[in-house]
T-cell receptor
Framework: QQQVKQSPQSLIVQKGGISIINCAYE??????FPWYQQFPGKGPALLIA?????SEKKEGRFTISFNKSAKQFSLHIMDSQPGDSATYFC????????????FGQGTTLQVKP | EPEVTQTPSHQVTQMGQEVILRCVPI?????FYWYRQILGQKVEFLVS????????KSEIFDDQFSVERPDGSNFTLKIRSTKLEDSAMYFC??????????????FGPGTRLLVL
């Protein structure tokens, strides 16, 4: 089955707080798990991605944690800022021949000043 | 930095009309995709295209849809007879390859299609 379950659907965090978004996937074609950030009226932009030869990847304030046995990965945004307010999508590849991505439902993050 | 471009940014059409959405993928990329996003919902895969042919399509991509790469730069999505439910944001994406390090999909800014 090709499905990516993402939670929560929406999240409100105070400035400086930690935002955590979770995703669970089925059996993917290969191990590559990106997070995309989308602002209203714009296309999804790659935020950070992990290839699970590591269990964690950090880029600035953004960290992906990966649990292969549980088939879960999560995005942590440290020191959340109002400019981080956006919709976040996790995705997983479900075809080794085409690379198509199946996206989660999205999480709308609002960071309050 | 290279980017995927799409035109038009907005398209309003009458039900039953044909529309063509255009994309210029990143120049050295080899795999191309169309996705759509109905307002407030998730991004859904429509079709992938490689080596001048469709490599995979979703159940959404029925006979009303077609894709083409008419020249070395453009990648188009045609909807022959639009329906109200085709109203959505359509995104083009491209990647260089499927090997580790090549698989990042770059998305265009989208075309907002409104069918009346």
């Amino acid at each position: 089955q090709q499905q990516v379950k993402q939670s929560p659907q929406s999240l409100i965090v105070q400035k400086g707080g930690i935002s955590i978004i979770n995703c669970a996937y089925e059996n993917t074609a290969f191990d590559y798990f990106p997070w995309y950030q989308q602002f209203p009226g714009k296309g999804p932009a790659l935020l950070i991605a992990i290839r699970p030869d590591v269990s964690e990847k950090k880029e600035g304030r953004f960290t992906i944690s990966f649990n292969k046995s549980a088939k879960q990965f999560s995005l942590h945004i440290m020191d959340s800022q109002p400019g981080d307010s956006a919709t976040y999508f996790c995705a997983a590849p479900y075809s080794s021949n085409t690379g198509k991505l199946i996206f989660g439902q999205g999480t709308t993050l609002q960071v309050k000043p | 930095e290279p980017e995927v471009t799409q035109t038009p940014s907005h398209q309003v059409t009458q039900m039953g009309q044909e529309v063509i959405l255009r994309c210029v993928p990143i120049s050295n990329h080899l795999y191309f995709y169309w996705y759509r996003q109905i307002l407030g919902q998730k991004v859904e895969f429509l079709v992938s295209f490689y080596n001048n042919e469709i490599s995979e399509k979703s159940e959404i991509f029925d006979d009303q849809f077609s894709v083409e790469r008419p020249d070395g730069s453009n990648f188009t999505l045609k909807i022959r007879s639009t329906k109200l439910e085709d109203s959505a944001m359509y995104f083009c994406a491209s990647i260089y390859g499927l090997a580790p390090g090549e698989e990042t999909q770059y998305f265009g800014p989208g075309t907002r299609l409104l069918v009346l």
